[in-house]
Nanobody, 123 residues
Framework: QVQLVESGGSLVQTGDSLTLSCVAS??????MGWFRQAPGKEREFVAV????????YYADSMEGRFTLSRDRAKNTVWLQMNSLKPEDTAVYYC??????????????????WGQGTRVTVSS
């Protein structure tokens, strides 16, 4: 069973930057990345690294502000978030699994999930 451990969540101010990290206990999946769930809302896709074609995919609304990086040897991905806004406030979940390209942004495509790390952006 793959275990995912997130870290880096914090209380920050509007405009700040923050980097989240996720470490997997083993390498047994094709993609690894992030979803988030804001208070009162459904969980939504943020970004994922697809090791199948070795490139990241982003939610349209976050591309440009968020950058995903990875270290395959360390089973780790980092999500750098810039110019944070109050609407970025959410619990950020690391996810890993074997989606195909057309299902990369669906949470049902991911078998493994972390416990979440909270990001709060104050105005």
């Amino acid at each position: 069973q793959v275990q995912l451990v997130e870290s880096g969540g914090s209380l920050v101010q509007t405009g700040d930057s923050l980097t989240l990290s996720c470490v997997a206990s083993e390498r047994n999946f094709r993609a690894m990345g992030w979803f988030r769930q804001a208070p009162g809302k459904e969980r939504e896709f943020v970004a994922v690294w697809n090791w199948g074609n070795n490139r990241p995919y982003y939610a349209d609304s976050m591309e440009g502000r968020f950058t995903l990086s990875r270290d395959r040897a360390k089973n780790t991905v980092w999500l750098q978030m810039n110019s944070l806004k109050p609407e970025d406030t959410a619990v950020y979940y690391c996810a890993a699994g074997d989606p195909i390209l057309t299902t990369l942004k669906r949470e049902t495509s991911y078998k493994y999930w972390g416990q979440g790390t909270r990001v709060t952006v104050s105005s």
